[in-house]
């Protein structure tokens, strides 16, 4: 009986030691896997953070591209309005030429021929029969600026507004270097 003892006292000892080699196995494989998913959590976590901060940056260049262009936007509708307003009073200061410059211009400009007809400005008119006596012009049609020639049925419009819309896109560009260097 005590071999049988000695016997099941090994056997008992073996299934420990086989118990703690399982348990201790057991462990290893635990600290493994919590190794691992730290690993992975950390990884992932630096992931998401580093995504993250790229998404910050893109949303932050695209506000400050954003609101850069609003500004160049609010810059050049205040550029243009300025430019507006120094075509409209150069059309003011056009239209209100003395007689003389009134005359001047339109010698400078028009064709007259015996079959011309001109419309000019109300308050010129005066001026422009006493300027041209043997010019038709007309008496019952007037321009707000400058003068209409016409000749066999065709306008030529030499107006202020004309003329200066005429060459407003070719200005535009030279004033707006004046105006804003």
Do not use: H, W
Not at 25 to 41: P, R, T, Y
Not at 119 to 127: G, P
């Amino acid at each position: 009986m005590a071999e049988l003892s000695k016997l099941i006292d090994r056997i008992l000892d073996e299934a420990q030691r086989s118990a703690d080699d399982i348990l201790s196995e057991a462990k290893d494989k635990v600290k493994k896997i919590e190794l691992s998913s730290e690993n992975q959590c950390e990884a992932k976590y630096k992931s998401m953070v580093e995504k993250g901060v790229r998404e910050a940056d893109s949303l932050k260049e695209r506000l400050v591209s954003n609101a850069n262009l609003k500004a160049r936007d609010g810059e050049l509708k205040v550029k243009q309005e300025v430019i507006q307003r120094v075509f409209e009073a150069a059309l003011r200061d056009m239209k209100d030429i003395g007689s003389e410059k009134y005359v001047e211009y339109i010698k400078n400009n028009s064709n007259f021929s015996e079959d011309s007809i001109i419309v000019v400005q109300q308050d010129k008119l005066d001026a422009v029969k006493s300027a041209f006596p043997n010019a038709k012009v007309l008496e019952d049609r007037f321009t707000e600026s400058g003068f209409i020639e016409i000749t066999g049925g065709i306008e030529k419009n030499y107006t202020f507004d004309t003329q200066l819309n005429y060459i407003k896109d070719e200005i535009q560009g030279e004033i707006a270097r004046v105006l804003f260097k």
